[in-house]
């Protein structure tokens, strides 16, 4: 599993293309609770505008340490996007992540 250090009010995005199956899975273990969403590339950037109606397929915006979910896709071409968000103002947060497909 990758491992990361999300510094505090910062999150990482890490960009995927949609499989063939539309079947993905992902893992998250982090050190300190943390959001997660599945986005499309509209959906990250109306969260990059700081707007809190954007549409996610997946994923976890309650904090917790452990995310793991299995889904399809309800689309069948382009990008998605794994987004983990350090809600901390104070704390950075270590990541260990795995997406599979």
Do not use: C
Request: hydrophobic share 35%; proline share 7%.
């Amino acid at each position: 599993m990758p491992t990361r250090i999300i510094a505090p009010d910062e999150n990482i995005r890490l960009r995927y293309r949609v499989p063939r199956s539309r079947v993905i899975e992902f893992e998250i273990d982090a050190d300190r609770p943390v959001k997660s969403y599945i986005l499309r590339t509209k959906g990250l950037e109306l969260f990059d505008q700081g707007s809190e109606r954007f549409k996610y397929y997946g994923g976890f915006p309650e904090e917790r340490r452990k995310h793991q979910q299995e889904l399809v896709l309800p689309f069948d071409e382009g990008e998605w996007w794994l987004l983990i968000v350090n809600p901390s103002r104070n704390h950075s947060v270590e990541v260990f992540y795995d997406v599979s497909y």
